[in-house]
T-cell receptor
Framework: DAGITQSPRHKVTETGTPVTLRCHQTENHRYMYWYRQDPGHGLRLIHYSYGVKDTDKGEVSDGYSVSRSKTEDFLLTLESATSSQTSVYFC??????????????FGAGSRLTVL | GQQVMQIPQYQHVQEGEDFTTYCNSSTTLSNIQWYKQRPGGHPVFLIQLVKSGEVKKQKRLTFQFGEAKKNSSLHITATQTTDVGTYFCVTGTASKLTFGTGTRLQVTL
């Protein structure tokens, strides 16, 4: 078990307010990811990190920023939330199995509603 | 990045029927992974395929990677209600893993 905790699990906020989602892992995995999941779109990568202070954009990064000041924590921030950012957000880590596969392990998800 | 299309988007079967979902790419894939997401849950890794023409089995699940490494399939024999969920194919590298749009499977008695 990769020990991934997301917080908050549910949040309702208003348009224009800042929101920060937190992902915490307990096993020092190098790669961490933030995905959003919306009906008809599967999971889409927002940002990812390959180490402390090392982050890069994914395919849907507009309106989002991330920070990783410690190996165990990866924060996703919506500076000014919009209704289009209503979604379920998943954090994930990548770990290498003995087979050589780089496998994603996900947190339980954070459901965000922007009114 | 690489894009993968999955079909069908949704399938409803009766328990005991077989089910297949397909993942297609216009480019050659280095590998393909499959994940399952139960309703209300998070995606969980099932398997990875790497070699051309590779076939792997997990109980009632059979995974195939095409000879040209441009497509993959997941076949479930004799579905059960526990198979309900969305199945995703995923491809890419550690820094850029791309999900297919998923196939939602509904199984009724």
């Amino acid at each position: 078990d990769a020990g991934i905790t997301q917080s908050p699990r549910h949040k309702v906020t208003e348009t224009g307010t800042p929101v920060t989602l937190r992902c915490h892992q307990t096993e020092n995995h190098r790669y961490m990811y933030w995905y959003r999941q919306d009906p008809g779109h599967g999971l889409r990568l927002i940002h990812y990190s390959y180490g402390v202070k090392d982050t890069d954009k994914g395919e849907v990064s507009d309106g989002y920023s991330v920070s990783r000041s410690k190996t165990e924590d990866f924060l996703l921030t919506l500076e000014s939330a919009t209704s289009s950012q209503t979604s379920v957000y998943f954090c994930a880590i990548s770990e290498q199995y003995s087979s050589g596969a780089n496998v994603l392990t996900f947190g339980a998800g954070s459901r965000l509603t922007v009114l | 990045g690489q894009q993968v299309m999955q079909i069908p988007q949704y399938q409803h079967v009766q328990e005991g029927e077989d089910f297949t979902t397909y993942c297609n790419s216009s480019t050659t894939l280095s590998n393909i992974q499959w994940y399952k997401q139960r309703p209300g849950g998070h995606p969980v890794f099932l398997i990875q395929l790497v070699k051309s023409g590779e076939v792997k089995k997990q109980k009632r699940l059979t995974f195939q990677f095409g000879e040209a490494k441009k497509n993959s399939s997941l076949h479930i024999t004799a579905t059960q209600t526990t198979d309900v969920g969305t199945y995703f194919c995923v491809t890419g590298t550690a820094s850029k893993l791309t999900f297919g749009t998923g196939t939602r499977l509904q199984v009724t008695l």
